[in-house]
């Protein structure tokens, strides 16, 4: 019952911190969603060089709202955006390389979690725990929600698994079942055209995926600006929102013998709880990919969502400087 050793060749594409227990208390699972704000337009004052003979108060306020070209970050692949609705957004501020096409690791999972609630009808929806999740996750190395065999979990819960401790085993389970085919080869690769169609449609054109889980298969890449702009989409649904706001959450599942088996799933974007508003989005690292986050989060009626990509693990940190430089604007 325990989650599975890993190869040497590693391959983490998120957060992964799974608990399983026979015996425990179940949390509900609640849907919220994520408010669509009008957002004031920007200020900006002008830096002036040399002595001021304004009054006092003038010159503090100055210096208050002094206009800083860009937030003072680390990595280069980063984009920040101002969210208005589900069809717009006001770009705030684009790193120098937000543009670039790079591994984006789990973040992937963003997407995996759109196509899914393209079907909101099947969130109910009893899914079967196969081995063969299991053994995926053995294989490549990647990051697990520790689902074990024979459980019966929902659409809902399944998308809890994969986007809080980053499972690819949940990952994969979604795939099979939402791809169409006579064989899980074929239905997860009918799934992967689903995710690629979707960013077409999203115009998503620094986007290309080729798995469902971020593992890579050497053509599975993003940019800063289209993952702020994918995470702004996928807050709009109340389901995503609902899950990926969750530094922990605890849901029982019907075992393979019948009782009852208690999940707990612990999520490590350090920004929930820590960053006052955060809102999620989802994390990612890989060797390959380094360390990503998209995140979000509201204050005073506005909501911001950014992303950085093949970063270290300062990524919180540029998160953060990231977000104060907006909400500041």
Do not use: C
């Not at 040497?8 to 015996?23: E, Q």
């Not at 998503?204 to 994918?230: E, P, Q």
């Not at 990612?284 to 970063?311: C, H, K, Q």
Request: aromatic residues 6%; without cysteine; charged residues 20%.
């Amino acid at each position: 019952m325990g989650s599975h050793a890993r190869p040497n060749r590693i391959h983490r594409t998120g957060a992964r911190i799974a608990t399983v227990a026979l015996f425990g208390a179940a949390l509900p699972i609640t849907a919220g969603g994520l408010a669509e704000a009008a957002t004031p337009s920007a200020t900006h004052s002008t830096e002036q060089s040399g002595e001021t003979t304004a009054p006092a108060g003038q010159n503090q306020r100055a210096l208050a709202t002094k206009d800083q070209a860009a937030p003072n970050i680390k990595a280069d692949h980063a984009f920040l955006l101002d969210a208005r609705d589900g069809s717009q957004e006001r770009e705030m501020w684009a790193g120098a390389k937000a543009d670039e096409s790079v591994s984006m690791a789990s973040t992937t999972k963003i997407m995996t979690a759109l196509v899914v609630l393209k079907q909101p009808e099947r969130l109910d929806q009893q899914i079967t725990v196969k081995q063969e999740y299991r053994d995926y996750v053995q294989q490549v190395g990647a990051s697990t929600a520790d689902l074990q065999t024979g459980d019966k979990l929902t659409v809902k819960q399944l998308l809890h698994a994969m986007l809080i401790p980053s499972g690819a085993d949940a990952a994969r389970a979604l795939a099979d079942n939402f791809g169409s085919g006579d064989t899980e080869d074929a239905r997860i690769a009918d799934f992967v055209n689903q995710m690629n169609a979707e960013a077409q449609q999203l115009g998503l054109t620094g986007t290309h995926f080729d798995g469902y889980d971020g593992i890579s298969n050497g053509d599975n890449r993003s940019t800063a600006r289209d993952l702020a702009k994918l995470g702004q989409r996928a807050m709009l649904k109340p389901v995503f929102a609902d899950v990926v706001k969750n530094a922990q959450f605890e849901t029982e599942a019907t075992a393979a013998n019948g009782r009852i088996r208690y999940y707990t799933w612990t999520n490590t974007n350090q920004l929930l709880g820590t960053y006052d508003g955060a809102l999620g989005i989802k994390t990612g690292s890989g060797p390959e990919a380094g360390y990503a986050v998209v995140f979000a989060a509201e204050r005073d009626n506005r909501t911001l969502v950014g992303a950085i990509l093949g970063t270290d693990q300062t990524r919180f940190d540029d998160a953060t400087k990231m977000l104060d430089w907006g909400f500041a604007r």
